[in-house]
Nanobody, 116 residues
Framework: QVQLVESGGGLVQAGGSLRLSCAASGRTFSGYSMAWYRQAPGKEREFVAS????????DYADSVRGRFTISRDNAKNTVDLQMNSLKVEDTAIYYC?????????WGQGTQVIVSS
């Protein structure tokens, strides 16, 4: 069983930055496209960003394009999400997983709170 572990969340002021990291136990990320998702209170989990298995090509939700950057380091076995110019509406629990689905078992996520 692959265990996904997200970290790096916290409380930041609007306009600030945060860098999230995703790691997995049991196997490396090599060979898998990966994505970040988020779930705000009372809302469904939504796609945020993705990167191909080589970490060359990326895709973003319209709501975060230009502010967030996804990257990966297969040697370190991590997938990161650099979040800049954070907005209050970015407040959510952030999760990572492989794509396409079905992915691995969802991890606990990491909470991001953006204050006004």
């Amino acid at each position: 069983q692959v265990q996904l572990v997200e970290s790096g969340g916290g409380l930041v002021q609007a306009g600030g930055s945060l860098r999230l990291s995703c790691a997995a136990s049991g196997r490396t990320f090599s060979g898998y496209s990966m994505a970040w998702y988020r779930q705000a209170p009372g809302k469904e989990r939504e796609f945020v960003a993705s990167t191909d298995w080589r970490g060359v090509y990326s895709d973003y939700a319209d709501s975060v394009r230009g502010r967030f950057t996804i990257s990966r380091d297969n040697a370190k076995n991590t997938v990161d999400l650099q979040m800049n110019s954070l907005k209050v509406e970015d407040t959510a629990i952030y999760y990572c997983n492989r794509i396409p689905g079905p992915g691995f078992k969802w991890g606990q996520g990491t909470q991001v709170i953006v204050s006004s």
